[in-house]
């Protein structure tokens, strides 16, 4: 089945121009649009990624939202980090360089990650030592949607959506000059970060630019860093039957540097919004546990933090990255009658990154040019129906060249029509929604490998229940289907970050997943809680899966060329030959979180919290799926006086023992964590101190979800100072 429309992002950006000189050429007088408060006049956080722009306990779909000091607090180098330890959300890991957000056991291209509504646009999704191009350093609020939200935003989004919000695309008119400083040092690695924004705004104008940057060393950690060492040394053998060149102490190849900075220009008046900003994403880092064909190089734990920045001094394997990218966004309230508003987003990135190899040569070269679009409309209320109508657009040019380029340069057009509708009812509201998608991949190599296109067709239906003043009942149904990605489709190549020689298939259908969800929570109250069970029945998903080509009921081994090895052969640069394949699988789970507020006496609170998730992932044969997070629990407390505040965390992580075949197992671990600050605030200025700490316990933690576990073990205890100078 497959239907031919082709709206590409170019044709997007064109609407994107247009727009805005229709609406300057027949202006329309409305009232300004303003944030809705609370109760008590505080600001209510508004969710970016829906199109009705509610609070998160107003939405359908299970939504969570990071912002202020609560962002402040979880602060890390990678988005993926800073949501680590929210209910259902866990991360991958390549080091210390990278992260990305996994939800409720599912990653890669299943979850989206957003910069203002509008993709990363890098090649994060390809493989998991690639880190995603949007420092969170930026951000303002980062927001999580759970379970499949491709109405929205696509195939790519069929797990969930991370939407990461910043400064660069404002809504709202300062005038004057707004300044924020931030200048951090962390002990371990002797790592130093810093941040720097200003906005300026004058008639109706407002300029703006930003700066980060983060720089580390080698990253001290308890223990060895391989796995197998850790276990001798903890079963008692003699120091002398270790590998002289084990790393201990230190992770090997871990240090970095980032660097992003950007500029923007908005127009800003009561009934339009025009925005337009540039921005840069820079960063060298090492990728520990990388194998490229190699044995591991020495781990120089005698080197100065810091002093390595090539391959060849670091022992392994470096990623130099670099994107570029450009932004519009139009937005207009009133443009016409029954229409409440219009949107339009333009995201274009020029994305590159080379693969330095041990001895410093530059090796795979990973190219991707992108266009992105949106246009959305939101409608006002027809016999009771209010809902937004979109359209979104995608040309990806993606190319690899050199030994790891396992993916020929494939051309990926996508083009994505949507229309969610909601209405009031007597017990609160409803919600439906349909998206009908177009997918077609065009590898550049013609008549060696065919085009391939694919038609997702998603819909979902869910109703927000008002049990009384302060409860909310949530139910979800969705049938969401994902396209499979260009690497699932034409993989055929070594793939050594992961050590495996992948192939794809052809013949691949589209996944589809069928979601069932019920939450309630309690909210506007002293004790606040929420819990989430859900329940997804994936047909024909998409996973790797170990080869068999010669019979022998063992997985086969391959060279880098793909050749077959046997047990004569040498085995030291074996890779595991794996297919791309269709099988159905379920993931069901749940989410609890809760919250108390103890004391509120005077300038003094203390606040308790306490969560717990879990979730099991496996095929429909009863087989567990590998790198599935481990059930977590755990609780802390937040305390303020006056302008000090603080807050003390511990997160127990469970053994994963429901491994998948040749995966290994992963001890459980706890994760200690605190935070203190000091605020001193003069006019309009506010100066905050404050000191955090990670891993007090010094913990030797691996998370299950990472391809290098038993290679690369997570930072050890970690002090971190700095100040940070807020002028409005």
């Given at each position: 089945m497959s239907f031919t429309f082709?709206?590409?992002?170019?044709?997007?950006?064109?609407?994107?121009?247009?727009?805005?000189?229709?609406?300057?050429?027949?202006?329309?007088?409305?009232?300004?649009?303003?944030?809705?408060?609370?109760?008590?006049?505080?600001?209510?956080?508004?969710?970016e990624a829906s199109p009705f722009r509610r609070a998160a306990d107003d939405i359908v779909q299970p939504v969570d939202v990071i912002a202020g000091e609560e962002l402040d607090r979880k602060r890390r180098a990678s988005i993926g980090e800073v949501l680590e330890n929210e209910p259902g959300v866990a991360t991958t890991d390549f080091g210390p360089g990278v992260g990305r957000p996994i939800i409720r056991g599912q990653g890669g291209a299943r979850v989206a990650v957003l910069d203002n509504g509008i993709g990363a646009m890098d090649v994060s999704t390809l493989s998991s030592d690639h880190a995603v191009t949007i420092d969170p350093a930026h951000a303002r609020q980062v927001e999580i949607i759970k379970g499949p939200a491709t109405l929205m935003f696509g195939s790519g989004a069929s797990a969930g959506v991370v939407n990461v919000v910043d400064d660069r695309l404002p809504d709202v008119f300062v005038a004057g000059l707004q300044f924020e400083g931030d200048y951090s040092y962390a002990d371990n690695a002797d790592e130093r970060q810093s941040h720097l924004r200003a906005r300026y705004g004058v008639g109706e104008v407002m300029f703006g630019a930003d700066y980060a940057g983060r720089k580390a060393g080698l990253f001290e950690i308890p223990g060895f860093a391989e796995v197998g060492h850790a276990e001798e040394e903890h079963e008692g053998e003699h120091e002398e039957e270790h590998d002289e060149d084990a790393p201990r102490g230190i992770l090997p190849n871990s240090n970095l540097r980032t660097e992003s900075y950007g500029a923007n220009l908005s127009w800003i008046r009561p009934m339009q919004v025009l925005n337009a900003a540039v921005s840069v994403y820079d960063s060298n880092y090492g990728v520990p546990g990388h194998a490229h064909g190699h044995e591991h190089e020495e781990a120089h734990g005698g080197e100065e933090p810091g002093a390595a920045e090539h391959g060849e001094d670091a022992g392994g394997v470096r990623i130099d990255m670099q994107q570029t990218r450009f932004d519009l966004r139009g937005k207009w309230f009133s443009p016409l009658g029954g229409v409440e508003s219009l949107t339009t987003r333009i995201g274009v990135n020029d994305y590159e990154h080379t693969e330095i190899e041990p001895g410093g040569e530059a090796g795979t070269r990973f190219d991707n040019e992108e266009i992105e679009g949106r246009l959305e409309l939101v409608h006002a209320p027809l016999s009771g129906w209010r809902g937004a109508l979109g359209v979104q657009a995608i040309d990806r040019d993606f190319s690899a060249v050199g030994e790891e380029a396992f993916v020929p340069p494939v051309n990926t057009h996508t083009t994505g029509v949507f229309l969610v509708e909601e209405r009031p009812t007597d017990w609160g509201r409803v919600e439906a929604g349909v998206r009908l998608e177009q997918v077609d991949h065009e590898p550049e190599l013609a008549g060696a490998v065919p085009d391939i296109d694919f038609s997702p067709l998603s819909v979902s239906l869910g109703t927000l229940v008002e049990l009384g003043p302060r409860h909310h009942l949530r139910l979800n149904l969705a049938r969401a289907q994902r396209a499979p990605a260009a690497e699932e489709v034409y993989a055929d190549g070594p793939h050594l970050a992961t050590a495996t020689f992948e192939r794809g298939d052809l013949g691949l259908d589209e996944e589809t997943a069928n979601n069932v969800e019920i939450g309630i929570d309690r909210h506007d109250a002293r004790w606040t809680w929420s819990a989430n069970i859900f329940f997804n029945r994936i047909e024909d998903y998409v996973f790797l899966a170990n080869a068999d080509d010669d019979g022998d009921g063992i997985a086969d081994l391959v060279s880098e060329e793909g050749e077959l090895l046997g047990p004569d052969d040498d085995l030291d640069e074996a890779l595991f030959l794996v297919d791309y394949a269709q099988a159905d699988a379920e993931f069901y789970g749940f989410e609890l979180e809760s919250g108390y507020q103890l004391i509120e006496r005077g300038p003094f609170r203390l606040d308790g919290r306490l969560f717990a998730d879990s979730v099991r992932g496996e095929l429909r044969d009863g087989s567990h799926l590998p790198r599935i997070t481990p059930m977590r629990f755990g609780g802390g407390f937040d305390a303020k006086f006056g302008a000090l505040s603080g807050s003390i965390g511990l997160t127990r992580v469970e053994r994963q023992d429901r491994i998948a075949a040749l995966e290994t197992e992963t001890a459980g671990y706890e994760l200690l964590a605190a935070d203190v600050a000091y605020t001193l605030t003069a006019g309009d200025t506010r100066t905050t101190f404050y000191v955090r700490g990670r891993n007090l316990l010094d913990e030797e933690a691996r998370r299950h979800t990472s391809f290098v576990k038993d290679d690369a073990s997570l930072p050890g205890v970690t002090l971190l100072a700095g100040v940070r100078i807020q002028f409005n």
């Open positions: 082709h709206c590409h992002a170019r044709a997007l950006l064109c609407l994107g121009i247009s727009a805005p000189l229709a609406t300057t050429l027949f202006p329309t007088v409305v009232v300004a649009q303003t944030p809705e408060a609370t109760s008590d006049g505080v600001p209510t956080i508004t969710v």
